[in-house]
């Protein structure tokens, strides 16, 4: 999985934020995950594409 367009990722009281650009970012609610053992699992693979796809 390679995120390029996607800067950074941020876990925020309530959502986790995917930051397409300095300013922009998507808001994924903690609702959209079935536990917080799968928010933790995204967080961890999502800052993981984006490292990779910064080289």
């Known amino acids: 999985m390679r995120w390029p ?3 950074m ?3 925020c009281p309530g959502f986790v934020a995917v930051y397409i ?6 808001g994924v609610p903690d ?3 079935e536990s917080h053992r799968q ?3 995204f967080l961890e693979q999502a800052r993981q594409a984006v490292q990779h ?3």
């Open 39 to 41: 928010q933790a699992d």
């Open 53 to 55: 796809a910064r080289g």
């Open 31 to 33: 609702r959209a995950f």
């Open 9 to 11: 990722v941020l876990s």
């Open 21 to 26: 650009s300095s300013l922009q970012a998507h």
């Open 5 to 7: 367009r996607v800067h």
